[in-house]
């Protein structure tokens, strides 16, 4: 028999071999971060004084025993005077300049505020310096629709709270930063045009210190562009690794991380009264000024508050009048803390002008929200009142406390303890309620519990509590609701310790 051959199988002829192909992408990924600077140019004159924008201003400090302007206004700006100048020189240029002193601790507090503002933008807000937020919008630009949406709304918003800005977009912090000190509103969303849209910005614009810029100017270098032409290892070898790395950041081509912010568990806000406030009705207007942008606050950082504290300062800056409103609960409905307010400043009297005032809250918690009833009279078995009586209630007991003092209004508060002779304490309403309402418990217990010397029918029980065994106090009983001959509901007890039958208390 022939050996079988192995004969190769013709292919089909609608078959073609296909090789395996990458898809390979045509265009470049773009940058994971994209950063956008808020400069406020402006800030420290603009909470100065109200009119500081529209005169010739400036503020200045004392710097080595010699007062130096910090900023100024643009119509000084234009009479010569610039910042470092003598405030001397800046009367000889302009003898109608007006002078504020500059406070750094309310342009700080001022930047914080709007660093808590700006997180309605974005999760990611860092305070860049004492004049400049930085928001990453990456993630952002899905929610707006598109960056100049975010910006118009930035803007507008801003200038409504009388404050000029500089705006400017790019995947380096450092660079959108450099642009606003420029005075350059750009957007740029690619890395490669970092170079060309940086590159005219003056040596003397970089975030370097004076030592470095001379030194560059020095070397005939002008601008950034003249710099990128310099080799690297030449430029570390001259002005060190720190300078490189700040000129690779400006490039992105280095990782750069910002401080994310993250809002204080306290807040303080002010206002400044040149003219001096006399009269209790035009205070309580600015107080709701204050107030409505704590509230403002609040919300966009889901915090809230049981306690206010309201410092007026008169003439003198030690000379004030504190102010406590303490709440039952912390909250921040508006109408209700005003009409508290309202109340407490029906009855102040002011002893003099006041010249500032501060709104200071240290103790913030996070804000838990609740279901409500549609109706407006449900009866709430935990608390065993109706939900519009309990909201009057509040109200009331705020009222009181606030017009008569904390020490003065007591409640009833429960103590996480099963002995009924040690499970409540009188204190503060401020801080203690009943939360709980049992409707097994009695309203009123016997100061002591006495011997049961009546015939009783038991109504249901038993209910044993066995606790504080390592202690003297130790309770052993088994508890019944009773009702005697005359119809009287009594809470009773049997002492399996003693084998006796006591009374405790008695039902409404």
């Known amino acids: 028999m022939a050996k079988p051959r192995l004969v190769q ?58 007062l130096v302007v910090c900023s100024t206004s643009a119509l000084a700006e234009e ?54 937020l930085l928001l990453e919008i990456r993630g952002s630009l899905k929610l707006f629709g598109q960056l100049e949406n975010i910006k118009t709304s930035i803007k507008s918003q801003l200038q409504l709270q009388g404050h000029d800005t500089i705006l400017s977009c790019t995947p380096s912090p450092s660079a959108s930063y450099l642009l606003t000190c420029f005075g350059a509103e750009a957007d740029i969303f690619d890395t490669d045009q970092l170079r060309s849209a940086l590159g005219d910005i003056p040596i003397a614009v970089l975030d370097v210190n004076q030592k470095t810029k001379k030194r560059l100017a020095n070397i005939g270098t002008q601008t950034l562009r003249d710099l990128w032409r310099l080799p690297k290892p030449e430029l570390r070898k001259r002005f060190g690794n720190d300078f490189v790395l700040y000129l690779d950041h400006l490039t992105a081509d280095s990782p750069e991380v910002q401080k994310k912010f993250a809002p204080k568990a306290t807040f303080t806000a002010d206002s400044v009264f040149y003219w001096g406030i006399e009269d209790c009705e035009s205070l309580l207007l600015e107080v ?105 209630l509040s109200e009331l007991i705020d009222q009181l ?23 409540y304490q009188f204190s503060s309403s401020a801080t203690n309620e009943l939360s709980h309402y049992r409707p097994d418990r009695p309203l009123a217990l ?54 006796q039958w006591f009374i405790h208390g008695l039902f409404a």
């Open 401 to 423: 406390q606030n017009r008569l003092g904390s020490a003065h209004i007591t409640g009833i508060g429960l103590v996480n303890d099963y002995r009924p002779e040690h499970a």
């Open 9 to 66: 199988a013709p292919l089909p002829l609608e078959y073609t071999e296909q090789t395996p192909t990458r898809r390979v992408a045509n265009h470049k990924a773009g940058p994971s971060h994209l950063w956008l600077a808020i400069q406020f140019p402006n800030i420290a004159i603009e909470i100065s004084h109200p009119q500081a924008k529209t005169s010739a201003s400036v503020t200045a400090q004392t710097v080595k025993g010699r």
């Open 79 to 132: 009479t010569g005077i610039h910042i470092g100048m003598a405030v001397n020189a800046a009367y000889a240029l302009c003898p109608g300049v007006h002078v504020f002193e500059h406070d750094e601790k309310r342009v700080a507090n001022t930047m914080t505020e709007l660093a808590a503002w700006a997180m309605q933008y974005t999760s990611y807000v860092s305070l860049y310096n004492s004049n400049t």
């Open 446 to 499: 016997l100061p002591e519990a006495s011997s049961l010397n009546v015939d009783v029918s038991l109504i249901s029980g038993p209910e044993r509590l066995q606790t504080a065994w390592w202690s003297e106090n130790k309770i052993n009983r088994d508890y019944y609701i009773a009702k005697d001959k005359a119809g009287r509901r009594l809470w009773i007890y049997h002492d399996l310790s003693k084998r």
């Open 288 to 392: 709701k000024k204050l107030v409505l942008k704590f509230i403002d606050y609040l919300r966009k950082t889901d915090l809230c508050t049981s306690s206010y504290r309201f410092n007026l300062y008169h003439f003198a800056e030690k000379d004030l009048t504190g102010i406590d409103i303490n709440l039952r609960k912390a909250d921040r409905d508006v109408d209700y803390i005003f009409s508290v307010l309202e109340k407490y400043f029906d009855k102040l009297q002011l002893k003099g002008k006041i010249y500032r005032l501060e709104l200071c809250v240290d103790k913030l918690e996070y804000f838990h929200t609740k279901s409500e009833t549609m109706l407006e009279n449900t009866f709430h078995e935990e608390t065993a009142i109706y939900s519009g009586q309990n909201k009057a």
